[in-house]
């Protein structure tokens, strides 16, 4: 199966910026959606970003105009790149794909990788 594994989180100051990525490894045939989700204390799991293999991106509002989502097909990475980060952008971001098994898609999650936004 795939494994997906985050990297590039770390500590920032309100107003900076910070780039994960996260790549894709394993068995699979094809991997869909790839996308960012993210987690703060005490709060659901929400998706921030996701872009479909054709390229085409979603946002949820919050972070519209400041985080670009992209991927790679070829390495099967993602990337996140935040800008004007704000305090309440601190979170757990986990990874996530739809990975194709022949005929059978199942989602995929990397360990998670804290940013930490200090106002």
């Known amino acids: 199966q795939a494994q997906l594994a985050e990297s590039g989180g770390g500590v920032v100051q309100a107003g900076g910026s910070l780039s994960l990525s996260c790549g894709a490894s394993?068995?699979?045939?094809?991997?869909?959606?790839m996308g960012w989700y993210r987690q703060a204390p005490g709060k659901q799991r929400e998706l921030v970003a996701v872009?479909?293999?054709?390229?085409?991106?979603n946002y949820t509002d919050s972070v519209k105009g400041r985080f670009t989502i992209s991927r790679d097909i070829t390495l099967n990475k993602v990337f996140l790149q935040m800008n004007s980060l704000r305090p309440e952008d601190t979170a757990v971001y986990y990874c996530?794909?739809?990975?194709?098994?022949?005929?059978?898609?199942?989602?995929?999650w990397g360990q998670g990788t804290l940013v930490t936004v200090s106002s």
């Open positions: 996530h794909a739809n990975v194709g098994y022949d005929v059978v898609y199942l989602e995929a």
């Open positions: 394993g068995f699979f045939s094809v991997i869909n959606d």
């Open positions: 872009i479909s293999r054709g390229g085409r991106t």
